[in-house]
């Protein structure tokens, strides 16, 4: 009976183990860059989405639902309000709808956003909330946007592509 309570004492340890260095391995080290999630590889255009499969639209765009929702689609003309972050490849956020106090609303399809964004919400439900890379040709392209307050440098380099989290709050 003793070796069986110091084997449990032992498997509880290794656990133990195993769940701090898991828990501090995401951890950044001081003076490192944010962390945000790699860019997946996978061409998957299944929609089994239980398995996080990213799926990859017509012109690159790729995404994996975080969360699928049961409301209408967001068809072109549609009128969508949608929550964003959207983060450069090193991490940094360039821009959320938090900042502005509201949702973003527009209407999809007639080119109030980006072309990746009018490609990308017309195969998402309301409710839904995704993870999406954009393609630099479909985001800001060779221009990039310059900063307001400093003409010599990029809010978004050019030929940058560009990662947002996106979930759509209505769809009218």
């Known amino acids: ?28 080290q001081p003076g490192a860059k944010p962390a945000v999630p790699s860019i997946p590889t996978a061409s998957a255009t299944g929609t089994d989405t239980t398995r996080l499969v990213p799926q990859v639209t017509q012109n690159g765009v790729r995404f994996l639902f ?6 209408p689609l967001a068809q072109p003309g549609r ?14 956020i360039f821009d959320a709808s938090e ?27 309301e409710g839904s909330r995704v993870r999406a890379w954009i393609p630099a040709a479909l985001a800001y392209g060779a221009a990039g946007v310059r900063d307001p307050d400093d003409d010599s440098r990029f809010v978004i380099p050019p030929d940058t592509e560009l990662l947002f989290e996106l979930q759509i709050l209505s769809v009218r």
């Open 99 to 125: 900042a502005a106090g509201r949702a973003l609303r527009f209407r999809v399809g007639r080119g109030e956003v980006i072309p990746g964004w009018d490609e990308l919400l017309p195969l998402l439900p």
């Open 66 to 71: 975080r969360e699928r929702g049961t409301g």
């Open 79 to 92: 009128r969508v309000a949608v929550r964003y972050t959207g983060f450069l490849p090193d991490g940094h």
């Open 1 to 28: 009976m003793k070796q069986a309570a110091g084997i449990t004492r032992s498997v509880s340890s290794l656990w133990l183990v195993l769940l701090l260095l898991i828990a501090t391995a995401g951890r950044a």
